[in-house]
């Protein structure tokens, strides 16, 4: 069973889990109902990643050089952090909803403290653009995917950051050019990192890889644009240029099941929090809800 809403806007995340990001607003969707009622949170720049708090009571989103801390019932900014270096391109919030992770163009990932709007720590040592970072799920390890070009295929993409110290713990060697997107899976045994056309499973602890998930790797029309695991972590869900939605069974690397809705590319997924429902926005505007069989 498929959902659709629409709204005019660059890409998707959903109440249930989500809230659409664009060009300088963010909407946030509440589904009732008759349907989606949405809130907008204007902004000055682009919003270019969007994340809840633990809580779910403050929504965090970069644009420009800013961290933004939003309320999202009334729509008001409580914090605005501003970055000394150059475009943010991601955020994540701390499990324990005390730290906002943000990383850069500048190759570098911040931390803010968001009781008192430090900036508690800078993390070093990625070479080029960072698209992507993310709090494994007991908060003790911060992973952050970037950018490298063609003549550094020898540069990690792939780290794992001790938050507290700000310690490099890993390097991981993932085998391209861009990792976009992350997910640990819930029980923080294994991360999930694109690899452009392939999605790879990585032991946090060996920096082995665990599995990989490969589509037709004779087929170039596409690139993986999300990630997400389910709650009980029985699946993966990936969206693609495309505008597919594929689910994965991490145990076997077998595709479950793949759905067809967007004609345009899906750059965002989230779950409900009991699994039975997948969230995907796409940049055709839409962000259609999936009902999961089984869940």
């Given at each position: 069973m498929q959902r659709k809403f629409r709204w005019k806007s660059k890409l998707g995340l959903v109440a249930v889990a989500l809230g659409v990001v664009a060009?300088?607003?963010?909407?946030?969707?509440?589904?009732?109902?008759?349907g989606p009622v949405p809130k907008t949170l204007q902004g000055d720049a682009r919003v270019e990643s969007v994340a809840w708090s633990p809580d779910g009571a403050t929504l965090a989103t970069v644009g420009g050089r800013e961290v933004t801390l939003w309320d999202p019932v009334t729509g008001g900014v409580l914090q605005t952090f501003v970055d000394p270096s150059d475009t943010l391109e991601s955020v994540a919030w701390s499990p324990d909803g005390t730290t906002v992770?943000?990383?850069s163009s500048d190759t570098t990932v911040r931390l803010w403290d968001v009781t008192t709007g430090d900036m508690a720590r800078t993390l070093e040592g990625h070479i080029d653009t960072i698209w992507?970072?993310?709090?494994s799920p007991d908060g003790t390890t911060l992973a952050s995917?970037?950018?490298?070009?063609?003549?550094?295929?020898?540069?990690?993409?792939?780290?794992l950051w001790d938050p507290v110290t700000g310690e490099l713990i890993?390097?991981?060697?993932?085998?391209?050019?861009?990792?976009?997107?992350?997910?640990?899976a819930p029980d923080g045994t294994a991360l999930a990192?694109?690899?452009?056309?392939?999605?790879?499973?990585?032991?946090p602890t060996s920096g082995e890889i665990i599995r990989?998930?490969?589509?037709?790797?004779?087929?170039?029309?596409?690139?993986?644009?999300?990630?997400?695991?389910?709650?009980?972590?029985?699946?993966?869900?990936?969206?693609?240029?495309?505008g597919t939605v594929r689910l994965w069974d991490p145990a076997t690397g077998d595709v479950v099941e793949v759905f067809d809705g967007h004609s345009d590319k899906v750059?965002?997924?989230?779950?409900?929090?009991?699994?039975?429902?997948?969230?995907?926005?796409?940049?055709?505007?839409?962000?259609?809800?999936?009902?999961?069989?089984?869940?």
């Open positions: 060009a300088g607003f963010v909407i946030v969707p509440r589904v009732l109902d008759d992770a943000s990383s992507s970072v993310a709090w995917g970037s950018f490298v070009g063609r003549d550094n295929r020898e540069e990690p993409t792939l780290k890993q390097d991981i060697q993932a085998d391209n050019v861009s990792v976009g997107s992350l997910a640990w990192a694109d690899s452009i056309r392939a999605v790879k499973l990585w032991d990989t998930f490969v589509f037709d790797p004779d087929d170039f029309s596409y690139v993986i644009e999300a990630l997400a695991w389910s709650p009980d972590g029985g699946t993966l869900a990936t969206g693609t240029s495309e750059q965002s997924l989230a779950w409900s929090p009991d699994g039975a429902i997948l969230a995907s926005g796409s940049v055709d505007g839409t962000i259609n809800l999936w009902s999961i069989e089984n869940a």
